[in-house]
């Protein structure tokens, strides 16, 4: 299997910053071999590779930053990168967040399934997972152990009527990731959004991109969902993006996350880049 990259340049309008509102477009272009995912602010000159070493701690996103600029919630876009096979891929836009959308990874995925999928001639590389690799952090659990395959398994507990416990698995290989996971909306709670706005965050957020969960413990908009189980999925989503912040590679693994987030993802995989060299091998697939 070599990498890959999309065949032509394609254009995404119309799209606005969850947290910034800021509005802005984004520009995909092809990228050679070996290039990975690699972000460019027009307007400030400056590119920023979709890597761990880039890579800082934000509030309810992914952000990464190069030379004092940054761009924000790249999670859903990497995700789809990671989950449709996108090894490299020049991403250009003018304002320091990728446009919420719809909420999903949906306009990305169609955008780059529009585009076109083109393979090089290098051969694409993984990681291997050789030997369990914990972390911990108070309740918070990921860990990921040898496997031949891609698995994804997500617990989340909530205090609200409609979600509660639940538990995922995923595997990420052929078409599951755009019939189980891409049309997967990001969620938030009603009671949490003065808060937000008070911070300056969510300018752009509304009940067409987001899951509201309100005090009842119920959807206010239930007519925007694709599956009940939906906020589950959306934090397998955001894993698949945060966790391709790994050089860009796929993990060979199984991985096994309870009440994790963007935070507590990036602080493993610094861990499992840095530090537990002797766990993993990188290898051709």
Not at 19 to 39: M, R, W
Not at 199 to 211: C, V
Not at 236 to 246: N, R, S, T, V
């Amino acid at each position: 299997m070599n990498q890959t990259t999309i065949k032509e340049t394609t254009m995404l309008k119309g799209g606005v910053g969850l947290h910034s509102g800021q509005k802005t477009d984004l520009i995909f272009y092809p990228a050679p071999e070996n290039h990975g995912i690699v972000f460019y602010r027009f307007d400030k000159q400056v590119k920023i590779p979709a890597n761990y070493l880039y890579a800082k701690p934000s509030e309810l996103c992914t952000t990464i930053e190069n030379e004092g600029v940054s761009i924000s919630t790249i999670e859903h876009l990497l995700s789809v990168c990671n989950g449709l096979g996108i090894d490299n891929l020049l991403v250009e836009l003018s304002a320091d967040e990728i446009p919420i959308m719809d909420g999903s990874g949906i306009d990305f995925h169609n955008a780059i399934l529009q585009a076109g999928i083109k393979q090089l001639d290098c051969p694409r590389k993984a990681i291997k997972i050789l030997d369990t690799i914990s972390y911990q952090n108070e309740d918070i659990i990921i860990y990921v152990s040898p496997s031949e395959e891609t698995n994804f398994t997500f617990s989340i507990d909530f205090d609200h009527q409609q979600i509660g416990q639940q538990e995922y698995s995923f595997q990420l290989s052929g078409n599951r990731y755009s019939e189980e996971i891409a049309k997967a909306k990001t969620f938030g709670f009603r009671k949490d959004i003065d808060k937000y706005k008070d911070r300056g965050l969510i300018k752009g957020g509304t009940e067409k991109n987001a899951i509201i969960l309100n005090e009842e413990g119920h959807f206010d908009n239930m007519e925007v969902m694709t599956w009940l189980n939906e906020p589950n999925l959306h934090k397998i989503l955001d894993q698949i993006g945060d966790f391709y912040l790994a050089n860009n590679l796929r993990i060979i693994g199984n991985v096994f996350s309870h009440k994790s987030g963007h935070s507590s993802h990036l602080k493993f995989i610094q861990y499992l880049m840095e530090e537990c060299t002797d766990k993993y091998s990188v290898i051709e697939i």
